[in-house]
């Protein structure tokens, strides 16, 4: 476990509702469900996306770009005239709590290989983060980012992906559904391996031999009563040595960091059925709530109840925060 799996803990598609699309020009799709993340990907041709922020960018077959919500956002044949001339526009929601898990839209034919030359097929994978721990992915994503496929294997599995769309398969759901989980993945983590990406201090720290299995460890057990000497003991280095490493790389403390992170999940854990405040003290590291509380408020402003009250409302809107998939 490292920060980049616990950010993308729970971020997962679950039921197509906008299937495959078979676009023939003039078209103009508008994203309109207020998902924190789309994921787009031409299987076959290519279009413009038009962002809430920034000039239109260019997306072909064998790119795959992911466009940080909840703004919506259009996806055109034409952009400089997505509302104009290039045609009406088509709303598109990727689902939320009333979504009936629909099959793919192929109104223009279906997503097969028999009359798609010289039109553009479109997945497009749609996802509600939930929680405050996957949400902080979202302050380290530009408004829109655009990466090649990375791998050899890609074409492939957009060609399979293809072929599930089209295909009425028992399981059909599950496997698409993964397959772009999968893809959402690798184009995250591509993006931050390129240059112009800015990557956050944590991704470029994973691969420190000092601070990497530190990170490693305090996110596979943030439960575990880490002192400066036994991260260090982790590190293979004196404690002064780690210490400064550390800072170097991420800007703050390890001890800090430590905290921050703890209180972040923290805020998730608050939310559980059921969960008291000695559960959650236990579960990040603390062996009393007093201690857990002391800590919450210092780094949060409030104390552990009075957040809980405060967001108490928010439990009925759960379903709604639930990931969903379109394409």
Known sequence: MDPFDDLLRGVRANGAVFGGSVLSPPWALRFTDGAFLTLCAPLRGEGWLVP?????????????????????????????????????????????????????????????????????????????VPGEVPRRLLQVLPPVLVVPDGHHDCSSMRGYLESQLSARLPGRQIVVDRLLDWLLVCTLRDWFDRPEAASPAWYRALGDEVVGPVLRAMHEAPDRAWTLASLATVAGVSRSTFAKRFHELLGEPPLAYLTEWRMTLAVDLLGEPGATLASVARRVGYADPFGFS??????????????????????????ADQPVFAG
Not at 72 to 88: C, H, K, L, Q
Not at 100 to 116: C, M, Q, R, S
Request: aromatic share 4%; proline share 9%; charged share 25%.
């Open 294 to 319: 002391t800590a919450f408020k210092r780094v949060r402003g409030v104390s552990p109840s009075a957040y809980r009250a405060g967001n108490s409302g928010n439990a009925g809107n759960k379903a």
């Open 52 to 128: 809430a922020e920034g000039g239109p960018r260019r997306l072909t077959s064998g790119e795959t770009a992911i466009v940080r919500g909840p703004e919506p956002f259009v996806f055109t044949d034409d952009p400089s005239s997505p509302e104009g001339s290039a045609g009406p526009v088509r709303e598109v929601s990727c689902g939320g709590p009333d979504a009936d898990g629909g099959g793919p839209d192929t109104a223009d034919g279906g997503v097969d290989g028999e009359g798609a030359d010289g039109r553009t097929v479109l997945m497009a994978g749609a996802y509600r």
